[in-house]
């Protein structure tokens, strides 16, 4: 099953391109099969992996948590299973 993991954070101000060059230089291991990085108004980052696993499954890795000072607030995380369309 498909499983995407989504992390999003608001970026502190005057930080966008901090934060967004941040998200850049992390790396996930492993390495998820695909991976996209998106920018929003409001200063937010948003980060997509895709992975194939089961929707409970615990061990996915995540981007952490970025550096205090460049956010507003704590990072907002979603887990979504693919459904049959």
Do not use: K, Y
Not at 17 to 24: E, G, I, N, S
Not at 49 to 74: Q, S, V, Y
Request: cysteine-free; glycine content about 4%.
């Amino acid at each position: 099953m498909t499983v995407a993991l989504m992390w999003e954070a608001r970026a502190a101000a005057g930080r966008a391109a901090d934060l967004l060059a941040w998200v850049r230089e992390r790396e996930i291991v492993p390495e998820p099969p695909r991976r996209e990085t998106f920018t929003a108004p409001g200063d937010r980052v948003l980060v997509i992996t895709w992975w194939e696993a089961a929707p409970d499954d615990a061990g996915l890795p995540e981007l952490p948590e970025p550096p205090p000072d460049l956010i507003r607030r704590p990072v907002h995380r979603w887990r979504f299973a693919q459904v049959e369309s």
